[in-house]
């Protein structure tokens, strides 16, 4: 039985050493399934998400993540990447799969034909960041979903951006972002929790400032 979402949420660690237990590939492809049902803005599914597993490509992984051992121990890592440029690109496969799905009239979508592009024009330097904002999301999924399903994870911010793209073909690709690395596969620790501050300390109570108490 999977774990519902609160237990998932509160029993979640960040593991660091993984059982060489493979995963098997139909639970795999349920993670991705469930990674890819995040949301994401305007629907335009801009992540572009590379499953690291081949023994030589997870060690050149690991030597773009500053040698951390769990992407070599992982069955599998996810290389969360977005493509900054999809909102400005050609989105028809998106308007499509709206309109076939009944979520989106035809009215919605022609909206949407000015609208997206308009958006994504003047969000300007901060496109990476949009980007990066719907991959975080894909990758948060993939953590909570991972965790229910009885595997555990570790998000990795240490890697060299430029090094991960060189390692998964995305040399050529600027247009292409690196948001995050996230090993999955079975704990062989225990976990511990760091624990959280208490709510006063990062949470406020309609303006910055006034502590949340709860
Ligand atoms: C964006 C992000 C980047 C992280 N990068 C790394 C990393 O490169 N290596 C690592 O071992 N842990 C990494 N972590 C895991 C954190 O250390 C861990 O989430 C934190 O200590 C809280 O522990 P918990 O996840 O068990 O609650 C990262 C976590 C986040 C959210």
């Known amino acids: ?6 237990t998932a949420i509160a029993q979640r660690r960040s593991i660091k050493t993984f059982k060489p237990n493979a995963i098997a590939p139909d639970l795999l492809k349920q993670l991705v399934e469930l990674t890819v049902a995040a949301p994401s803005s305007y629907n335009i599914q801009g992540w572009r998400i590379i499953l690291v597993q081949d023994a030589a490509q997870k060690a050149a992984l690991a030597e773009a993540a500053w040698g951390q051992a769990q992407i070599v121990q992982a069955p599998v890592t996810f290389v969360f990447a977005t493509d900054v440029s999809v909102g400005t690109g050609d989105l028809t496969p998106v308007y499509e799969q709206g309109l076939a799905t ?3 009239s035809e009215a919605t979508v022609s909206y949407f034909k000015t609208a997206i592009p308009q958006f994504y024009a003047n969000v300007g330097d901060k496109a990476r960041e949009y980007g990066i904002k719907d991959a975080l999301i894909a990758a948060t999924h993939l953590m909570l979903a991972a965790e229910s399903l009885g595997l555990s994870t ?6 060299v951006e430029e090094k991960v793209k060189a390692v998964v073909g995305l040399e050529d690709k600027p247009e292409v972002a690196i948001a995050l690395l996230v090993t999955v596969g079975y704990a062989s620790e225990p976990r511990k929790n760091p624990g959280r501050l208490p709510l006063s300390y990062n949470v406020f109570q309609d303006k910055f400032g006034i502590p949340y108490v709860g």
């Open 1 to 6: 039985m999977p774990l519902d979402v609160p």
């Open 102 to 104: 009944g979520a989106w």
């Open 154 to 159: 570790c998000p990795l911010n240490g890697w």
